[in-house]
């Protein structure tokens, strides 16, 4: 189970990265914090170490590299362009592990299924248009 302090870090990562506009769903609206806590959940147990270790650290980063506070603590506006920075950087592996962090926020956003319903993506419609060819053609 993620913890308050991990989840809140995360929800902060997630606002940067994705910074959802109307009509999509505020990162707190959707699953996408239930869908991480499930994909650590079910993650070998150096994966969960690792990528709980990967959050303090990006959260630690700002303040340990000049920036004077956690990433938490700064305005948003400050903490995309950080992260942005972090992102361009020529030394690869903070390079990296960034990009690696944003993919996963961003895969746990856009699966909420009601972010995949704003997006004009309908589930439901395609497994019933599914299971319709499949009767048709005989496939049970």
């Known amino acids: 189970m993620i913890g308050s ?6 929800i902060c990562l997630a606002d940067a990265f994705v910074a959802p506009e109307p009509p999509l769903p505020a990162v707190r609206d959707t699953e996408a914090l239930r869908t991480f806590d499930l994909w650590l959940a079910r ?9 709980r270790a990967l959050l303090l650290l990006v959260e630690l980063a700002p303040a340990l590299c000049g920036g004077g506070r956690r990433l938490r603590r700064l305005e948003p506006e400050p903490r995309r362009r950080w992260l942005t920075r972090v992102e361009r ?9 960034t990009r690696a962090v944003k993919t996963l926020i961003l895969l746990c956003y856009y699966g909420d299924p009601g972010v995949m319903t704003h997006l004009g993506y309908d589930a439901a419609a395609n497994v019933g248009r599914g299971r319709e060819l499949r009767r048709s053609e005989e496939r049970a």
């Open 89 to 97: 950087l020529p030394v690869r592996p903070p390079r990296e592990l």
């Open 5 to 10: 302090r991990e989840a809140s870090i995360f």
């Open 43 to 51: 993650s070998p147990r150096l994966h969960r170490i690792g990528l």
